[in-house]
T-cell receptor, first 115, second 113 residues
Framework: GAVVSQHPSRVICKSGTSVKIECRSL??????MFWYRQFPKQSLMLMAT?????????EQGVEKDKFLINHASLTLSTLTVTSAHPEDSSFYIC???????????FGPGTRLTVL | GNSVTQMEGPVTLSEEAFLTINCTYT??????LFWYVQYPGEGLQLLLK?????DKGSNKGFEATYRKETTSFHLEKGSVQVSDSAVYFC????????????FGIGTKLQVIP
């Protein structure tokens, strides 16, 4: 099946710094990728929809200037958490849709800890 | 709007017990339905799916049937194993491609020997 990777798998950073998370579709082209956030013992919350070559669409309540998304190619989307704070600590998961558009494939997630 | 209601856990079962995790969905449009599994510290993996009414998804001994009349997609397994311990998410996606997926809250399953 389709494989999606994320890098890094874990990152610890100081408050005020920026962190970039990469999401790659390894064996297929993904015109659309999604970014989710998962708090402990909770479900996934969709943050934004990332479309190759265009601006991301953010869900209500998600700060687009804080969570910068770039989808520069058909196999790569990046999420940058700018000026990170401890409350941004979370598990970030990306997913990608194949050209059929009928199933999402998820990355393994990135654990962000902001000190 | 679109939503998925899933029974809250945690669910604790003995090995070889029968498992049911209930899930209902809003009937807007003609959604595809999914069960995802998340093992500790990992991302989500697709467990099974069904794309239309009366379809049965199955994988690794797990089954779920798309019931339009009751808007349900309950997950079942006849005999659970310790290795099945994980969090299970029910989800829906509208048809038409490139649609957002709406997840249930997730049900934690713990299987004890």
């Amino acid at each position: 099946g389709a494989v999606v990777s994320q890098h890094p798998s874990r990152v610890i950073c100081k408050s005020g710094t920026s962190v970039k998370i990469e999401c790659r579709s390894l064996d297929f082209q993904a015109t659309t990728m999604f970014w989710y956030r998962q708090f402990p013992k909770q479900s996934l919350m969709l943050m934004a929809t990332s479309n190759e070559g265009s601006k991301a669409t953010y869900e209500q309540g998600v700060e687009k200037d804080k969570f910068l998304i770039n989808h520069a190619s058909l196999t790569l989307s990046t999420l940058t958490v700018t000026s990170a704070h401890p409350e941004d600590s979370s598990f970030y998961i990306c997913s990608a849709i194949t050209s059929l558009g009928n199933e999402q494939f998820f990355g393994p997630g990135t654990r962000l800890t902001v000190l | 709007g679109n939503s998925v209601t899933q029974m809250e856990g945690p669910v604790t079962l003995s090995e070889e017990a029968f498992l049911t995790i209930n899930c209902t969905y809003t009937a807007t449009g003609y959604p595809s339905l999914f069960w995802y599994v998340q093992y500790p510290g990992e991302g989500l993996q697709l467990l099974l799916k069904a794309t239309k009414a009366d379809d049965k998804g199955s994988n690794k001994g797990f089954e779920a049937t798309y019931r339009k009349e009751t808007t349900s997609f309950h997950l079942e397994k006849g005999s659970v194993q310790v290795s099945d311990s994980a969090v299970y998410f029910c989800a829906r996606m509208n048809s038409g491609g490139y649609q957002k997926v709406t997840f249930g809250i997730g049900t934690k399953l713990q299987v004890i020997p």
